[in-house]
């Protein structure tokens, strides 16, 4: 895996040298990681088209691309391709990314546009912190906990001595912020607790939907997308949005709708985002619902829309979460919502989304079908009161937006800035 060259050059918004100059690392699109990529398309909207933030800030956007190198001779799909791919990210996360932010930095300051403030926008590139002066302000983005369960809790999540190398190299670019942006108050509460970071540089901002998901999709898209999933007919459909990893729990999804097919026998589950795996297609069969998997991919914001609002119900049956994007995503567009009952989903969800005990099979499928039960009745009492419903989520989630969580970073950048000087004058 290697860094193309000539993307890496940093685009800049042209402002007044008295403007702060911050360099914002963002994720490289390869990495697959939709939440990770939102994070750094708002940030980039919010700063480029907000006029206060224009007046304030020059913006140096550094854009990484990853290649395939280890595992480019091996199918993607292959056991050992899978492995190499897995080699190339770890090399192009610990070393080419952290050579390419100092090349960065010190090509600007040579070029005299020295940057005050670096911002990496996702956790597992906190390495790149590595990368700044040590007079310089860093601040960092903090998702969740998971990548640091190796040195966290070592009994639950075994690694290799070298794997935990780097996660501590992960940790000690975190740990050289002097703000890191928690999105959500678990996450925050969850770093104090553990010590990964201390309290005082932690900071909570929230994460916002898209907005072309609040926007209601015109009529016509609703229906090409109703006639592409082939929702015309049957039901109730079942929907989720993420990755298949574990901790997503999507064992607990499949049990959920083959209870559901048991009552209705043409409910149907909408994937979205990453397809299952095999051992999990295997469980499907034999769960016996494995032909009631509709797996679309990675899906437009204008079509996801459509999905949220053609769907009965979403779940997110996750074991841990450090925001849950897709709650707030559905109770924007009205979809009822089952989630694991964990503390972020408390923070996010409110009294908007029924909570299950994670991990409880027997509770998820009777809450599964209860809930399909209330969305799917035709008694009139109950429609008027599910239309009321749905404006109580929608008035729910509009208390989450991007302005807001960019609002929150710049102060953050302000407030890094500011400590960094304090430090500069002690010494």
């Known amino acids: 895996m290697v860094w193309k060259r000539f993307p890496f050059l940093p685009h800049h918004d042209m402002t007044p040298d008295s403007r702060v100059k911050v360099a914002v690392a963002l994720d490289p699109p390869e990495e697959g990681w939709p939440s990770m990529d939102l994070v750094g398309h708002q940030l980039r909207a919010e700063l480029t088209q907000n006029d206060p933030h224009r007046s304030r800030f020059d913006i140096c956007w550094i854009e990484p691309h990853l290649k395939r190198w280890i595992s480019c001779p091996f199918g993607a799909d292959s056991r050992l391709g899978r492995a190499a791919w897995r080699a190339d990210r770890l090399w192009g996360r610990h070393w080419q990314a952290v050579r390419l932010a100092r090349r960065i930095l010190k090509r600007e300051a040579a070029a005299g546009r020295p940057l005050e403030v670096l911002h990496v926008a996702d956790h597992t590139y906190a390495q790149v912190a590595l990368a700044a002066d040590p007079d310089m302000a860093v601040v960092c983005h903090l998702h969740d906990l998971n990548a640091f369960q190796p040195l966290l809790d070592p009994q639950r999540d075994p690694r290799p001595f070298w794997y935990r190398a780097l996660v501590r190299r992960i940790v000690k670019g975190l740990r050289r912020a002097e ?13 104090i607790e553990t010590g990964l970071v201390s309290a005082d540089r932690l900071v909570v901002a929230h994460l916002g939907p898209k907005p072309s998901v609040v926007a209601e999709p015109k009529p016509a898209l609703l229906e090409r997308v109703r006639r592409d999933l ?17 901790r997503k729990r999507l064992d607990l999804v499949l049990e959920s709708l083959a209870a559901a097919r048991r009552e209705w026998p043409e409910a149907r589950l909408i994937k979205v985002g990453d397809r299952l795996t095999p051992a999990q ?12 998997v509709i797996q679309t991919g990675a899906l437009s914001e204008e079509r996801l829309s459509a999905v949220y609002r053609l769907a ?8 841990a979460e450090g925001f849950g994007l897709p709650i707030v995503e559905a109770l924007a567009a009205g979809c009822a919502v089952v989630a694991s009952d964990l503390e972020a989903i408390r923070e996010v969800g409110g009294d908007q989304v029924l909570r299950v005990p994670p991990g409880d099979a027997d509770a998820w499928r009777v809450w599964t079908c ?17 239309e009321q419903l749905r ?32 430090r500069s004058r002690r010494r």
């Open 281 to 292: 297609m295997e469980r499907a069969g034999r769960l016996g619902v494995a032909d009631a």
């Open 391 to 422: 404006a109580a989520r929608r008035a729910w989630a509009a208390r989450f937006g991007w302005d807001q969580h960019v609002a929150a970073v710049t102060r953050a950048w302000l407030e890094a800035l500011e400590a960094a000087r304090r």
């Open 179 to 191: 703000r890191v942006v928690c999105i959500s108050g678990a996450t925050r509460r969850q770093a």
């Open 370 to 386: 209860r809930a399909l039960r209330d969305e799917r009745s035709g008694n009139p009492a109950l429609g008027t009161q599910r």
């Open 312 to 319: 009965d119900l979403t779940l997110l049956p996750s074991d």
């Open 230 to 246: 082939g929702m015309e007919r049957g039901g109730p459909w079942l929907l989720h949005v993420g990755s298949n990893v574990p």
